[in-house]
Each structure stands twice: as C-alpha cells, then as structure tokens.
T-cell receptor
Framework: KQEVTQIPAALSVPEGENLVLNCSFT??????LQWFRQDPGKGLTSLLL?????REQTSGRLNASLDKSSGRSTLYIAASQPGDSATYLC???????????FGAGTRLAVHP | GAVVSQHPSWVICKSGTSVKIECRSL??????MFWYRQFPKQSLMLMAT?????????EQGVEKDKFLINHASLTLSTLTVTSAHPEDSSFYIC????????????FGSGTRLTVV
C-alpha cells in the first residue's frame, strides 16, 4: 500500500529564506508526483508535476526534484515571501485507476 | 487551460436531506474524475474514482449508497450526499485528469458542506 509522508509538518520562517520541503513515498512504482498548494478553506493549486521519467521541474522560485528509486521528492522555495504562506501537499499517482495518494502536508508560515 | 469548476462552493442543509455537488472540467475532457474529502487540518482522503459512463469505484470504508457518484459525460461528475447527517459535514473536493493535463491532476475549488 502506497504511503506518502511529508516532513516537516509545519514550518515558520522569516521572509527571504530559502526552504526545502520533503516528501517520501513507500512504493517507487509511481506514474508521477505532483506538488500542490492549498490556502485555508480553498481547493488545491497545482505547482509542479514531475513525470516518473523526470528528475526535476522548475517554475519561478520553485524547484521540485524526484528520486524515484529512493522514494523521495523535495520542493525548494527560493527567497520565500509572506504570500507563500500556505499548506503544501505532495501527492503521487500510483496503483490502479491512477489514484493520487496525498501526504499530510507541510503548513508553511513566512513572516515579514 | 485545464480548469475544473466545482459548485456550490458552500452549502448548509438540514439533517436527512440530500445535497448534490457538481464538478465540471471546463476546457478539457476528463478521462477520470475523483472525489476527495478533507477534514480540518487534515489531508485529502480519496472517496471514489469515476470514469465516464461506468460505475464509480469506492475506497474502502466509503458508503456507496450514501455518497452517490454519477459521471454522465466526459466533462461532468456529480456527488450526492444522501440523507446527510452532521458527521457528513466536511470539505469535499473534486479533481480531474486527462490527456490535456498531461495526466496530472486539476482540482476544483471545493465545497464546504455543513449539515445542521
């Protein structure tokens, strides 16, 4: 059974810091891995999608890496801003019917 | 592109009534649609997976007679919470994927259901 773990569960940092959020998964047989952002009471916004054959994806200040063999992904946020405050969710697509399995998320607070 | 619209964004209903939530892919054909439930400060729990024209596949522990899912077209799926009770109060989110999304997931904005 696929399980996804995210560390840390919560993070509070001053503005301007570079951050690393970690995600691990138990079954390396995945189709892809996706990072999402969720603001309180809102739906999910897709940040980055990494196919199983890829190593990393970049979008603006965000960079996500994938090491499928070790079951790990990291989301790197450069020069954090207060507007980055949100919950960041990692999810892997695996198993039948292309299920998306979520981690519990990392709650990020960036203070001025 | 790849927008998923979910409606309503919030609903309050009385115990014993039924509530329907719609999920539409606006600019792409969704191969598969998914329904999730999220409790406060918790992650998303997959409830069921639906493919157009076929019966939904429910996750273990999800009552299929209580949470009716209809996926009548490639752009519309509905979730009906039947005979709702206060413990059904939650945040429900749909998502869809397809060729247009490169088989990544696009999520709706969610529906906050409160049963009183």
């Amino acid at each position: 059974k696929q399980e996804v773990t995210q560390i840390p569960a919560a993070l509070s940092v001053p503005e301007g810091e570079n951050l690393v959020l970690n995600c691990s998964f138990t079954d390396s047989a995945i189709y892809n891995l996706q990072w999402f952002r969720q603001d309180p009471g809102k739906g999910l916004t897709s940040l980055l999608l990494i196919q199983s054959s890829q190593r990393e994806q970049t979008s603006g200040r965000l960079n996500a890496s994938l090491d499928k063999s070790s079951g790990r992904s990291t989301l790197y946020i450069a020069a954090s801003q207060p507007g980055d405050s949100a919950t960041y969710l990692c999810a892997v697509m695996s198993g039948g019917y292309n299920k998306l399995i979520f981690g519990a998320g990392t709650r990020l607070a960036v203070h001025p | 592109g790849a927008v998923v619209s979910q409606h309503p964004s919030w609903v309050i209903c009385k115990s014993g009534t039924s509530v329907k939530i719609e999920c539409r892919s606006l600019d792409f054909q969704a191969t598969t649609m998914f329904w999730y439930r999220q409790f406060p400060k918790q992650s998303l729990m997959l409830m069921a997976t639906s493919n157009e024209g076929s019966k939904a596949t429910y996750e273990q522990g999800v009552e299929k007679d209580k949470f009716l899912i209809n996926h009548a077209s490639l752009t519309l799926s509905t979730l009906t919470v039947t005979s709702a009770h206060p413990e059904d109060s939650s945040f429900y989110i749909c998502s869809a994927n397809g060729q247009a999304t490169n088989y990544g997931y696009t999520f709706g904005s969610g529906t906050r259901l409160t049963v009183v």
